[in-house]
Each structure stands twice: as C-alpha cells, then as structure tokens.
C-alpha cells in the first residue's frame, strides 16, 4: 500500500489552474481543437478557423473593443495561479465557531485567485467601490512572477526594500493604463466566482466610468449589460468646483447571463405602502388595495387598445386608450378588479393594484436608474455614529445605498466585496438581515494599507489604531468597524439572533515549501533541509485551511475534531475530508491511530468518497506511512494522501 504525497507541484497545492479549465471547456465543445505536442496541449488556432469560418477569427489591431499597453500581461496574470495561500486568524475573529462571514486580509488578487476553487460559481452578489483613478487613490503593480513576494514587501512583511503604495499622478492617470492593467484581472477573476444569475454592482465617477464600460463589455460581455444607476451622492456644495458642480456618480451594472436573471423587484418602500389602504373579498389572500387609471394618454396609436367598457347600460370610451386588451378587460369585471365611479359627470375607470399577487407574495417595485441619495455625509455620519472618529474614509458609501442592491437578490445569498475599504458592505448585510431576517453572508477582502500619520487626512486613523493597539492599516479600521456596527446592530435589534461575526484569515505563502534549489549551497544540504518541506511556525490550522482552499471547501465548513491515540484529528464536511496534522507519527501509534480513524469514519457514515491526509515527515519511516495507509484503505478509505 502507498500513500500519495501532495507536492508543491500537485494540482493540489496551488489554485485554480484557469488556462487547464478553459482548455477542457473547449476540448467538450470541440474535441478536434486540441492537440498534443512536445510543449503540452494546446488550441489549434487552423482548426479554429476552419470550425468558426477564417473572418471570424482575427489577431489584427484594427477591431472594435477597448485595447491599452498591457492588456496580455493583465490577461495572462488572470489565468496565473497563486501558489499563496490564507492563514487563519482566530484570534483576530467574531464567533468563529459559528459565524459564515469572511474578512481575508491580502491582495485581492491573489485572494480572488484562491477563492476560485472554494466559490466558484456560488456568488450571488458582488459590489465593489474601486479606486477611481482621480490622482489621489493607491496604485498597487501586481508582480507577474511573484505577486506573494510583492504583496509582502509593500505591506512591510519582508526587509527588501519594495515597490511602495504611491499614488497615481494626474499625468499617469490620463494614459489610464495602470488603472485598467489592475482592474483586468481581478474583474475577470471575480467573474468566476459568480452564480450564473449573479450580477456585480461597481461604484465609479465620470474619470473612468466610459473605460469600465468597455472594460466589463470585453469580461462579461455587452449583452449581459444590465443598467447604469445614477446616483445623486450629494444635496449641495462644489464651491470650488470650477465649471460644473458633481453631484452624481455612477454604478454600473452587469450579469454573468442575462438569461437567467429573470424579473427585478425591489420591496415597496414604507411610503409607498401607506397608499394600499382598501380592502375587498380577496383582502386575506392578496392583501390591500390601491387603485390606478386604466385610460392612458400614451402617444402610441393603439386602435385594439379602444374599445367601450359597457356598464350600467352605459358604454365608457377612453380619451385616448385602455392600457390593457379588451379581453383582459373583461377578465378583470369578471373577477371585480375594476373600480367603475362617476366623478364631475364623467366616468372613470380604474383598476385594483393588490399588494400581493395571487400566491400571496408581496408585490415589489421596480428599480429606477436614477437614485435620489442617500448621500455620502451619511456615510461619513454613520461612522461617527460608531465611535470611530476621523477614521480616515473620506466619504465612505451609506448603508441604505448597499442595502438598496441586497434586495437585487435573495435573502440567503452571499455577498463579495474585494474592496472592502471601510466595511460598508459587510455592514450593510447584517443590517439587513436584522431587517428582514435574512441569512446572507459576506466576503470581504482588503489590502492592509499602512495609514502615513504625516498625511492629515490618515493622522487621526493612525492615531486610533494605536489606542486600539492594532497596525496602522486600512484593515485594522474596516474590522473594527465591522465589530461596533455588530453591537449597534444587536442593540437595535435585541430579538434578532443572526450572524454578526467574522472569520478573519490573511494572505500569506503556501504552507509547502516549493523546492527552489540554491547554486550556492551543497545538494546533500538542501536535500536535509527539505525533509520536512511544510514551512517553519505554521501550524495544524494553517495547514488544515490551505487544505479546505485546495480541494475546494469552503472556509466556514463545519470541522469536528477529537484526540485519537494522541493525535488530533479533524473530520471536515461531514467526514468528506479527515485529517491529522502532527508533527510525529510512530510505529507504535500507527495502529491505534488508523483504528480510532476508521471507527469514527464510520460513525460519521459521510455521503462521498472520504479523503484523508496526514503530514509525510511526520512518519518515523516508511513502515509506519504504508501501514497506516494499509489499514485505512482496507476500511475502504483508499484516498490517503500526504503532505
């Protein structure tokens, strides 16, 4: 019996392989594009051409479409994988036995990267509020050899002297290159990631908001376009505006497909409810009523839409004509859904708009492209209103404009920001689910970026995070936020039990060492050092979680664990996955160890082939690793694996 080892190179230990999942796409569709040659697979562009018609495949630069100076490395970066991975941070966490929502601390593009085999497909929504490129927002050059090392230099973590957080210049920002080079990947990235009727929502101003059009219609397609939302963010000011006072911005809107978005309703607004106020015999199915006009002074000549409602021996006309068809006029006097009165000598006919339809599900409203407020000195209040003081967010997104797109969607669904800035959006989720007794979910990602106490606007932000004794980071801010609006929350709310907690984890390198021989140094040496090739102070945890990462559970699975001959040993999912992570592994502890396992397994009775991983220099010598996993697989647990 032998026990497979997870290596730096097994598909295992690195993230989704995007170029292998595209290829095997197309492989289905069309078997006879993919060839085999001395460098690997590969498309056959001959036989592309052939299957689609020679014109319709092109390389040219004369093309429809929005092209910039490196938009094929922003590209290629997308289908990278990360050889990161995320580390948790109980510690730094709320109720993190129970709680469903995520904070991951790191670059979200390599965040995205990971979260690609763990959520693909399982977004509902996603709202972002990107830089918007004005001269004064954070530039970050991802690094396409090695963006873990990039990462970790620029937030301080290694000596090297790095790249550093700068802000892009007005002069740079015309070219709008480096904007769009860090925007590619990470909207392609987060594509994945949503259901096939998730939308993403991305808050931007008039500085880029014709690029991102473009942008979104090259990732996600023109005909999965949805809306631009114009919202009104300000009631006043532009004193040192020097042509128009901006008192708009935009968030545009797309689908992963269209297709399977269906109808949009948002819930009625409180003020609109009020107008339901008459009651007939259909009141306990359908709830009350308003009425509304039937005749329209629509400009369309409609003439099947004119014809007589006979009542009382009296034929009513419309001026213009009736919004709906004779026959569904008839309908609705049959089943008395029209309200027929005579008002100054004239007759008017209207028609019974229930609050609820005919399953007895309230009606919604649809949502309108322009939005009046709520505005950003809402968003700066509301933070106040924490305790927060100056955080150093200049006028972040109010609450009700985010909750305002949590009901595009359901009310279990889960949400992604991957740049969280202040916390708005995990905010927003758990006030509306203590609103509506939801049970959505967020992920939220956020780079740490050092707050400089020199610049005045970041001083009094610096300043809190040392009486917090937390880093000075941007992070640091959108977690603290995110425990006081929970509070605030629970205080408004006392009979509302739902999830207020937050799992934090942090980008960091894979726990696995990658063999990176060193000229330098003897073979024998480094052969010595990479007996144990799981990296120096990273725990049981660590690795378990860059497990979950890698076979694609999600981070908040539930994980049971009990002490069997010594060891601890965890059972993820049910038992789908088991695994023992110590340090030693004796010959003298094989037996009682791959007994306690089986008997558990057994108990646990998981619904699927389970899996079982331990750590490879763990094992006191090859006797004990082939016996161990003799004694699993003869329990019928052949998948056993080491790292």
Same mark, same amino acid.
């Given at each position: 019996m032998s026990m497979e080892t997870i290596t730096p190179e097994s598909p295992e230990a690195q993230s989704a392989n995007l170029?292998?999942?595209?290829?095997?796409?197309?492989? *289905?569709? +069309?078997?006879e594009l993919i060839t085999e040659g001395p460098e690997g697979v590969s498309v056959n562009v001959d036989v592309l051409k052939q299957l689609v018609g020679d014109r319709t495949v092109t390389d040219c630069d004369e093309k429809y479409g929005l092209n910039w100076f490196g938009k094929r490395r922003a590209r290629q970066l997308a289908l990278t994988p990360s050889t990161g991975t995320l580390r948790p941070c109980p510690e730094e966490s709320e109720n993190w036995d129970t709680t469903q929502n995520l904070f991951i601390e790191g670059d979200n593009l390599e965040v995205l990267k990971l979260l690609q085999k763990s959520y693909a497909g399982k977004v509902k929504l996603i709202y972002i509020d990107p830089p918007y490129n004005t001269g004064k927002d954070f530039v970050y050059k991802d690094d396409y050899r090695d963006n873990i090392k990039n990462y970790k230099k620029l937030t301080? @973590? /290694?000596?090297?002297? =790095?790249?550093?957080?700068?802000?892009?210049?007005?002069?740079?920002?015309?070219f709008h290159t480096d904007w769009l080079n860090m925007m590619y990947p990470r909207l392609k990235l987060a594509r994945n990631l949503l259901q096939e009727d =998730?939308?993403? +929502?991305?808050?931007?101003?008039? /500085?880029?908001a014709a690029r991102l059009r473009l942008l979104l219609d090259d990732i996600f397609g023109d005909d999965n376009f949805i809306a631009v939302l114009?919202? *009104? !963010?300000?009631?006043? =000011?532009?004193?040192?505006?020097?042509?128009v006072v901006g008192l708009h911005e935009y968030i545009i809107v797309y689908a992963r497909d269209k297709e399977k978005v269906g109808f949009i309703e948002l819930p009625h607004d409180p003020a609109v409810i009020k107008y339901y106020k008459y009651k007939d015999e259909k009141f306990e199915q359908r709830g009350p009523y308003r009425t509304q006009p039937l005749a329209t002074t629509s400009m369309d000549d409609r003439p099947n839409l004119r014809f007589p409602i006979l009542w009382e021996g009296v034929e009513i006309w419309p001026e213009k004509q009736w919004q709906w068809s004779r026959d569904r006029v008839e309908k609705a006097l049959a089943e008395n859904e029209l /309200?027929?009165? *005579?008002?100054?000598?004239?007759? /008017?006919?209207?028609?019974? @708009?229930?609050? *609820?339809?005919?399953?007895? !599900?309230? $009606?919604?409203? !649809?949502? +309108?492209?322009?939005?009046?407020?709520?505005?950003?000195q809402i968003g700066t209040k509301e933070i106040r209103d924490l305790e927060m003081g100056n955080s150093g967010f200049t006028f972040p997104k109010p609450l009700n404009l985010i909750m305002t797109f949590l009901n595009y969607g359901k009310p279990d669904d889960t949400i992604l920001d991957f740049f969280a800035g202040s916390g708005t959006t995990g905010h927003a989720v758990m006030a509306q689910n203590a609103k509506d007794g939801g049970n959505r979910r967020y992920i939220l990602a956020q780079l740490p970026e050092p707050l400089d106490p020199e610049k005045k606007e970041q001083k009094t932000a610096a300043e809190f995070c040392d009486k917090l004794g937390k880093p000075r980071?941007?992070?640091?801010?959108?977690?603290? $936020?995110?425990?006081?609006?929970? $509070?605030?929350? !629970?205080?408004?709310?006392?009979?509302w039990n739902g999830d207020t907690g937050f799992r934090v984890f942090k980008l960091d390198s894979s726990n696995i060492k990658a063999w990176n021989p060193h000229p330098e140094e003897d073979v024998e040496t480094q052969l010595e050092a990479f007996v144990d090739h799981i990296e120096e102070g990273r725990t049981e945890a660590d690795l378990l979680y860059e497990l979950l990462l890698k076979l694609g559970l999600d981070l908040c699975v539930p994980i049971e664990q009990r002490e069997i001959a010594g060891k601890t040993v965890y059972a993820i999912g049910g038992g789908v996955l088991m695994a023992c992570l110590a340090g030693t592994i004796t010959t003298d502890e094989v037996e009682a160890l791959g007994q306690g396992i089986v008997e558990w397994h057994k108990a646990l009775a998981p619904a699927g082939d389970t899996t079982c991983v331990f750590r490879d220099s763990a094992f006191e010598n090859d006797v004990a690793k082939t016996t161990l996993a003799a004694i699993l697989e003869q329990a019928g647990i052949p998948n056993v694996r080491s790292l």
């Amino acid at each position: 019996m032998s026990m497979e080892t997870i290596t730096p190179e097994s598909p295992e230990a690195q993230s989704a392989n995007l170029i292998a999942k595209n290829i095997e796409a197309l492989r *289905k569709l +069309f078997p006879e594009l993919i060839t085999e040659g001395p460098e690997g697979v590969s498309v056959n562009v001959d036989v592309l051409k052939q299957l689609v018609g020679d014109r319709t495949v092109t390389d040219c630069d004369e093309k429809y479409g929005l092209n910039w100076f490196g938009k094929r490395r922003a590209r290629q970066l997308a289908l990278t994988p990360s050889t990161g991975t995320l580390r948790p941070c109980p510690e730094e966490s709320e109720n993190w036995d129970t709680t469903q929502n995520l904070f991951i601390e790191g670059d979200n593009l390599e965040v995205l990267k990971l979260l690609q085999k763990s959520y693909a497909g399982k977004v509902k929504l996603i709202y972002i509020d990107p830089p918007y490129n004005t001269g004064k927002d954070f530039v970050y050059k991802d690094d396409y050899r090695d963006n873990i090392k990039n990462y970790k230099k620029l937030t301080g @973590q /290694v000596d090297e002297e =790095g790249s550093p957080l700068t802000t892009n210049t007005e002069a740079s920002g015309r070219f709008h290159t480096d904007w769009l080079n860090m925007m590619y990947p990470r909207l392609k990235l987060a594509r994945n990631l949503l259901q096939e009727d =998730g939308l993403v +929502f991305i808050s931007i101003d008039d /500085v880029e908001a014709a690029r991102l059009r473009l942008l979104l219609d090259d990732i996600f397609g023109d005909d999965n376009f949805i809306a631009v939302l114009i919202w *009104k !963010k300000s009631y006043g =000011g532009g004193a040192k505006a020097k042509h128009v006072v901006g008192l708009h911005e935009y968030i545009i809107v797309y689908a992963r497909d269209k297709e399977k978005v269906g109808f949009i309703e948002l819930p009625h607004d409180p003020a609109v409810i009020k107008y339901y106020k008459y009651k007939d015999e259909k009141f306990e199915q359908r709830g009350p009523y308003r009425t509304q006009p039937l005749a329209t002074t629509s400009m369309d000549d409609r003439p099947n839409l004119r014809f007589p409602i006979l009542w009382e021996g009296v034929e009513i006309w419309p001026e213009k004509q009736w919004q709906w068809s004779r026959d569904r006029v008839e309908k609705a006097l049959a089943e008395n859904e029209l /309200v027929i009165t *005579k008002r100054s000598g004239k007759w /008017v006919v209207d028609y019974k @708009q229930y609050l *609820k339809d005919k399953d007895g !599900k309230e $009606r919604g409203a !649809k949502p +309108f492209s322009l939005l009046e407020g709520p505005y950003t000195q809402i968003g700066t209040k509301e933070i106040r209103d924490l305790e927060m003081g100056n955080s150093g967010f200049t006028f972040p997104k109010p609450l009700n404009l985010i909750m305002t797109f949590l009901n595009y969607g359901k009310p279990d669904d889960t949400i992604l920001d991957f740049f969280a800035g202040s916390g708005t959006t995990g905010h927003a989720v758990m006030a509306q689910n203590a609103k509506d007794g939801g049970n959505r979910r967020y992920i939220l990602a956020q780079l740490p970026e050092p707050l400089d106490p020199e610049k005045k606007e970041q001083k009094t932000a610096a300043e809190f995070c040392d009486k917090l004794g937390k880093p000075r980071t941007i992070a640091e801010l959108t977690k603290e $936020r995110l425990r006081r609006a929970a $509070r605030k929350i !629970k205080e408004e709310h006392p009979d509302w039990n739902g999830d207020t907690g937050f799992r934090v984890f942090k980008l960091d390198s894979s726990n696995i060492k990658a063999w990176n021989p060193h000229p330098e140094e003897d073979v024998e040496t480094q052969l010595e050092a990479f007996v144990d090739h799981i990296e120096e102070g990273r725990t049981e945890a660590d690795l378990l979680y860059e497990l979950l990462l890698k076979l694609g559970l999600d981070l908040c699975v539930p994980i049971e664990q009990r002490e069997i001959a010594g060891k601890t040993v965890y059972a993820i999912g049910g038992g789908v996955l088991m695994a023992c992570l110590a340090g030693t592994i004796t010959t003298d502890e094989v037996e009682a160890l791959g007994q306690g396992i089986v008997e558990w397994h057994k108990a646990l009775a998981p619904a699927g082939d389970t899996t079982c991983v331990f750590r490879d220099s763990a094992f006191e010598n090859d006797v004990a690793k082939t016996t161990l996993a003799a004694i699993l697989e003869q329990a019928g647990i052949p998948n056993v694996r080491s790292l």
